[in-house]
Protein backbone atom coordinates (compact mmCIF):
# COMPACT_ATOMS: atom_id res chain seq x y z
CA UNK A 1 0.00 0.00 0.00
CA UNK A 2 1.53 3.46 -1.32
CA UNK A 3 0.44 6.69 -1.18
CA UNK A 4 0.43 10.64 -1.20
CA UNK A 5 0.54 13.10 0.99
CA UNK A 6 -0.86 16.83 -0.01
CA UNK A 7 -0.35 19.02 2.87
CA UNK A 8 -2.34 22.01 2.83
CA UNK A 9 0.28 25.13 3.12
CA UNK A 10 -2.79 27.17 4.72
CA UNK A 11 -2.73 25.43 8.26
CA UNK A 12 -1.88 24.97 12.07
CA UNK A 13 -2.07 27.98 14.25
CA UNK A 14 -3.72 31.64 13.67
CA UNK A 15 -2.04 34.65 15.12
CA UNK A 16 -4.82 34.95 18.35
CA UNK A 17 -3.68 31.67 19.06
CA UNK A 18 0.09 32.31 19.15
CA UNK A 19 -0.49 35.21 20.53
CA UNK A 20 -1.98 33.43 23.94
CA UNK A 21 0.49 31.01 23.69
CA UNK A 22 3.14 33.19 24.28
CA UNK A 23 1.22 35.30 26.26
CA UNK A 24 1.35 32.71 28.78
CA UNK A 25 5.03 31.73 27.87
CA UNK A 26 6.19 35.35 28.72
CA UNK A 27 3.89 35.52 32.04
CA UNK A 28 5.44 32.47 33.37
CA UNK A 29 9.28 33.91 32.30
CA UNK A 30 7.96 37.21 34.12
CA UNK A 31 6.44 36.06 37.16
CA UNK A 32 7.93 32.38 37.73
CA UNK A 33 6.78 28.73 37.45
CA UNK A 34 3.57 27.81 39.07
CA UNK A 35 2.50 31.70 40.38
CA UNK A 36 0.59 31.62 36.97
CA UNK A 37 -2.93 31.02 36.46
CA UNK A 38 -5.07 30.65 33.37
CA UNK A 39 -9.09 30.94 33.51
CA UNK A 40 -10.08 28.08 31.06
CA UNK A 41 -7.74 26.12 28.54
CA UNK A 42 -6.33 29.12 26.80
CA UNK A 43 -6.45 27.25 23.70
CA UNK A 44 -8.47 24.14 22.20
CA UNK A 45 -5.68 21.81 21.90
CA UNK A 46 -5.15 18.85 24.57
CA UNK A 47 -0.75 19.52 23.75
CA UNK A 48 -1.09 23.08 24.10
CA UNK A 49 -2.65 23.05 27.80
CA UNK A 50 -0.51 20.01 28.45
CA UNK A 51 2.47 21.35 27.45
CA UNK A 52 2.03 24.35 29.19
CA UNK A 53 0.58 22.51 32.75
CA UNK A 54 3.91 21.05 32.48
CA UNK A 55 5.93 24.31 32.81
CA UNK A 56 4.17 25.82 35.75
CA UNK A 57 0.82 27.05 34.55
CA UNK A 58 -2.35 26.72 36.17
CA UNK A 59 -5.77 25.68 33.68
CA UNK A 60 -8.79 26.67 36.08
CA UNK A 61 -12.56 27.04 35.46
CA UNK A 62 -13.36 29.46 37.82
CA UNK A 63 -12.33 32.59 40.00
CA UNK A 64 -12.82 30.61 43.49
CA UNK A 65 -10.00 28.03 42.37
CA UNK A 66 -7.43 31.03 42.12
CA UNK A 67 -5.50 32.28 45.24
CA UNK A 68 -6.18 36.19 46.04
CA UNK A 69 -3.17 38.15 44.51
CA UNK A 70 -2.40 35.94 41.72
CA UNK A 71 -1.09 36.40 38.21
CA UNK A 72 -4.44 35.45 36.03
CA UNK A 73 -4.60 34.93 31.79
CA UNK A 74 -7.99 35.33 30.40
CA UNK A 75 -7.95 32.72 27.29
CA UNK A 76 -8.04 33.25 23.99
CA UNK A 77 -11.44 32.81 23.60
CA UNK A 78 -12.47 36.33 25.96
CA UNK A 79 -14.68 36.32 29.05
CA UNK A 80 -17.67 38.38 30.15
CA UNK A 81 -17.65 41.81 31.64
CA UNK A 82 -18.88 40.32 35.18
CA UNK A 83 -15.80 37.80 35.18
CA UNK A 84 -13.67 40.81 34.43
CA UNK A 85 -15.07 43.09 37.16
CA UNK A 86 -14.91 40.01 39.62
CA UNK A 87 -11.11 39.27 38.85
CA UNK A 88 -10.18 42.99 39.54
CA UNK A 89 -11.94 42.89 43.00
CA UNK A 90 -10.36 39.80 43.67
CA UNK A 91 -6.59 41.96 43.36
CA UNK A 92 -5.14 39.36 40.43
CA UNK A 93 -2.71 40.78 37.96
CA UNK A 94 -5.00 40.71 34.99
CA UNK A 95 -3.54 39.49 31.67
CA UNK A 96 -5.96 39.53 28.90
CA UNK A 97 -5.05 37.28 26.34
CA UNK A 98 -8.41 37.55 24.43
CA UNK A 99 -8.16 37.53 20.85
CA UNK A 100 -8.00 40.87 19.17
CA UNK A 101 -10.60 39.21 16.52
CA UNK A 102 -12.81 38.68 19.37
CA UNK A 103 -12.16 41.42 21.09
CA UNK A 104 -13.58 43.61 18.37
CA UNK A 105 -16.88 41.85 18.33
CA UNK A 106 -17.03 42.47 22.35
CA UNK A 107 -17.28 45.89 21.09
CA UNK A 108 -19.84 45.69 19.26
CA UNK A 109 -21.73 43.82 22.00
CA UNK A 110 -20.82 46.42 24.63
CA UNK A 111 -22.12 49.29 22.07
CA UNK A 112 -25.41 47.31 21.47
CA UNK A 113 -25.99 47.09 25.52
CA UNK A 114 -25.68 50.43 25.81
CA UNK A 115 -28.42 51.92 23.34
CA UNK A 116 -30.42 48.74 24.42
CA UNK A 117 -30.48 47.09 21.08
CA UNK A 118 -31.35 43.60 20.82
CA UNK A 119 -28.27 41.63 20.21
CA UNK A 120 -28.27 37.99 18.00
CA UNK A 121 -25.14 35.91 18.38
CA UNK A 122 -24.75 33.14 15.62
CA UNK A 123 -22.50 30.56 17.21
CA UNK A 124 -22.45 27.32 19.21
CA UNK A 125 -24.41 28.08 22.15
CA UNK A 126 -22.00 27.05 25.60
CA UNK A 127 -18.91 27.77 23.46
CA UNK A 128 -16.43 29.66 25.65
CA UNK A 129 -16.04 32.32 23.05
CA UNK A 130 -19.81 32.53 22.46
CA UNK A 131 -20.35 32.94 26.37
CA UNK A 132 -17.55 35.32 26.52
CA UNK A 133 -19.54 37.58 24.12
CA UNK A 134 -22.77 37.07 25.61
CA UNK A 135 -21.05 38.38 28.73
CA UNK A 136 -19.95 41.49 27.14
CA UNK A 137 -23.65 42.71 26.71
CA UNK A 138 -24.26 45.99 29.22
CA UNK A 139 -27.52 46.00 29.81
CA UNK A 140 -30.66 43.13 29.81
CA UNK A 141 -29.08 39.64 28.93
CA UNK A 142 -32.74 38.72 27.97
CA UNK A 143 -32.29 41.09 24.54
CA UNK A 144 -29.28 38.61 24.16
CA UNK A 145 -30.38 35.34 21.60
CA UNK A 146 -28.46 32.99 20.23
CA UNK A 147 -29.22 31.01 17.20
CA UNK A 148 -27.18 28.78 15.06
CA UNK A 149 -29.44 27.76 12.03
CA UNK A 150 -32.15 28.77 9.58
CA UNK A 151 -34.77 27.17 11.78
CA UNK A 152 -33.40 29.21 14.97
CA UNK A 153 -33.77 32.50 13.03
CA UNK A 154 -37.55 32.02 12.45
CA UNK A 155 -38.12 31.71 15.74
CA UNK A 156 -36.59 34.35 16.67
CA UNK A 157 -38.70 37.42 18.86
CA UNK A 158 -36.83 40.38 18.37
CA UNK A 159 -36.94 44.56 17.39
CA UNK A 160 -35.53 43.92 14.19
CA UNK A 161 -35.22 48.11 13.56
CA UNK A 162 -33.07 48.18 16.91
CA UNK A 163 -31.04 45.32 17.04
CA UNK A 164 -27.43 43.97 15.68
CA UNK A 165 -25.64 40.14 15.09
CA UNK A 166 -22.40 39.12 15.36
CA UNK A 167 -20.87 35.48 15.04
CA UNK A 168 -18.79 33.65 16.82
CA UNK A 169 -15.07 33.16 14.61
CA UNK A 170 -14.65 29.86 14.49
CA UNK A 171 -17.85 28.74 12.16
CA UNK A 172 -18.65 27.21 8.83
CA UNK A 173 -18.34 29.53 6.51
CA UNK A 174 -21.28 28.17 4.18
CA UNK A 175 -23.28 27.21 7.01
CA UNK A 176 -23.00 30.75 8.52
CA UNK A 177 -23.89 32.61 5.21
CA UNK A 178 -27.32 30.57 4.99
CA UNK A 179 -27.74 31.86 8.59
CA UNK A 180 -27.36 35.25 7.91
CA UNK A 181 -29.03 35.24 4.99
CA UNK A 182 -32.06 33.97 7.06
CA UNK A 183 -31.67 36.88 9.17
CA UNK A 184 -31.50 39.49 6.99
CA UNK A 185 -34.41 38.28 5.69
CA UNK A 186 -36.54 38.31 8.26
CA UNK A 187 -34.52 41.31 10.10
CA UNK A 188 -33.84 43.51 6.94
CA UNK A 189 -33.20 46.59 9.18
CA UNK A 190 -30.91 44.31 11.15
CA UNK A 191 -27.31 45.90 11.68
CA UNK A 192 -24.10 43.53 11.49
CA UNK A 193 -21.08 43.01 9.23
CA UNK A 194 -21.81 42.29 5.76
CA UNK A 195 -21.15 38.07 5.85
CA UNK A 196 -20.20 37.48 9.10
CA UNK A 197 -17.33 37.57 12.10
CA UNK A 198 -15.51 34.38 11.01
CA UNK A 199 -11.93 35.15 11.11
CA UNK A 200 -9.87 35.42 8.01
CA UNK A 201 -7.62 32.47 9.48
CA UNK A 202 -10.94 30.32 9.59
CA UNK A 203 -11.81 31.12 5.74
CA UNK A 204 -8.59 30.94 5.16
CA UNK A 205 -8.43 26.90 6.25
CA UNK A 206 -11.95 26.39 5.09
CA UNK A 207 -10.79 27.34 1.76
CA UNK A 208 -7.67 24.70 2.18
CA UNK A 209 -9.77 22.23 3.51
CA UNK A 210 -11.69 22.54 0.00
CA UNK A 211 -8.84 22.09 -2.14
CA UNK A 212 -7.87 19.24 -0.25
CA UNK A 213 -10.77 17.47 -0.89
CA UNK A 214 -11.17 17.61 -4.75
CA UNK A 215 -7.61 16.17 -4.96
CA UNK A 216 -7.42 13.43 -1.92
CA UNK A 217 -9.42 10.28 -1.01
CA UNK A 218 -9.29 11.13 2.84
CA UNK A 219 -8.57 13.56 4.82
CA UNK A 220 -6.81 13.64 8.37
CA UNK A 221 -7.18 17.00 10.37
CA UNK A 222 -4.72 17.64 13.66
CA UNK A 223 -6.63 19.42 16.16
CA UNK A 224 -8.73 18.34 19.31
CA UNK A 225 -12.29 17.70 19.83
CA UNK A 226 -13.48 20.42 21.67
CA UNK A 227 -12.34 23.15 19.23
CA UNK A 228 -14.60 24.80 17.22
CA UNK A 229 -12.65 25.65 14.18
CA UNK A 230 -11.10 21.99 13.72
CA UNK A 231 -14.58 20.35 14.09
CA UNK A 232 -15.60 22.73 11.05
CA UNK A 233 -12.73 21.61 9.10
CA UNK A 234 -13.73 18.11 9.27
CA UNK A 235 -17.34 18.74 8.41
CA UNK A 236 -15.95 20.54 5.13
CA UNK A 237 -14.00 18.12 3.97
CA UNK A 238 -17.40 15.84 4.55
CA UNK A 239 -19.64 17.93 2.55
CA UNK A 240 -17.42 17.94 0.14
CA UNK A 241 -17.83 14.20 -0.11
CA UNK A 242 -14.88 13.54 1.37
CA UNK A 243 -13.88 11.00 4.56
CA UNK A 244 -12.45 12.96 7.32
CA UNK A 245 -11.25 11.95 10.65
CA UNK A 246 -10.60 14.82 13.33
CA UNK A 247 -7.35 13.59 15.59
CA UNK A 248 -5.04 15.04 18.26
CA UNK A 249 -1.97 13.70 17.03
CA UNK A 250 -0.81 10.49 14.86
CA UNK A 251 -2.02 7.82 17.65
CA UNK A 252 -5.38 8.64 16.79
CA UNK A 253 -5.19 7.04 13.13
CA UNK A 254 -6.17 4.23 12.03
CA UNK A 255 -4.18 2.44 9.85
CA UNK A 256 -7.11 0.73 8.10
CA UNK A 257 -8.14 4.41 7.14
CA UNK A 258 -5.56 4.34 4.44
CA UNK A 259 -6.18 1.17 2.38
CA UNK A 260 -7.01 1.39 -1.01
CA UNK A 261 -5.81 5.74 -0.13
CA UNK A 262 -4.07 6.95 -3.19
CA UNK A 263 -4.02 10.33 -1.68
CA UNK A 264 -4.07 11.42 2.14
CA UNK A 265 -4.75 15.20 2.75
CA UNK A 266 -3.50 16.49 5.48
CA UNK A 267 -4.69 20.11 7.61
CA UNK A 268 -4.42 21.31 11.03
CA UNK A 269 -6.73 23.39 13.02
CA UNK A 270 -5.88 26.86 14.30
CA UNK A 271 -5.03 25.98 17.99
CA UNK A 272 -2.91 22.59 16.90
CA UNK A 273 0.85 22.83 16.86
CA UNK A 274 3.06 21.91 13.78
CA UNK A 275 5.15 19.20 15.73
CA UNK A 276 2.06 17.21 15.78
CA UNK A 277 1.67 17.62 12.01
CA UNK A 278 4.99 16.22 11.91
CA UNK A 279 4.17 12.97 14.00
CA UNK A 280 1.07 12.87 11.73
CA UNK A 281 3.60 13.12 8.70
CA UNK A 282 5.84 10.39 9.67
CA UNK A 283 3.47 7.82 10.71
CA UNK A 284 2.00 8.08 7.27
CA UNK A 285 5.47 7.59 5.87
CA UNK A 286 6.14 4.73 8.44
CA UNK A 287 2.53 3.40 6.27
CA UNK A 288 3.15 3.66 3.20
CA UNK A 289 3.72 7.57 2.02
CA UNK A 290 5.62 8.03 -0.62
CA UNK A 291 5.92 11.91 -1.07
CA UNK A 292 4.36 14.60 0.71
CA UNK A 293 3.07 17.65 -1.37
CA UNK A 294 2.76 21.34 -0.11
CA UNK A 295 -0.46 22.83 -1.84
CA UNK A 296 -1.76 25.95 -2.00
CA UNK A 297 -0.72 29.34 -1.36
CA UNK A 298 1.55 30.22 1.80
CA UNK A 299 -0.06 32.32 4.50
CA UNK A 300 0.81 35.82 5.53
CA UNK A 301 1.04 36.45 8.97
CA UNK A 302 0.89 39.23 10.70
CA UNK A 303 1.41 38.79 14.46
CA UNK A 304 -0.96 40.71 17.06
CA UNK A 305 0.80 42.67 19.61
CA UNK A 306 0.89 41.31 23.19
CA UNK A 307 -1.74 42.24 25.85
CA UNK A 308 -0.75 44.64 27.84
CA UNK A 309 1.49 43.39 31.49
CA UNK A 310 4.03 41.68 29.34
Known amino acids: M ?46 VVEDLRERGAHFVESLEEIPDGAVLIFSAHGVGLETLTNAQKRGFTIIDATCPVVSH ?4 MNRAGESGKDAVVIGHNGHQEVIGTIGQYKGDKSRVHVVM ?22 LSIDETARTVARLKQRFPSIIGPRRDDTCVATQERQEAIRELARLCDIIVIAGSANSSNSNRLKEVAQREGVRAYLVDDYEGIDPDWLANAECVGLSAGASAPEYVVDGIISFLKSHGAQE ?10 RPFPLPNGL
Open 2 to 47: TFKVMLANVRGMCQGVSRAILTVEKALERYGNGKVWVLHEVVHNRH
Open 105 to 108: IHKK
Open 149 to 170: TEDDVDKLEIDGNNAIFATQTT
Open 292 to 301: VVSIGQKPVN
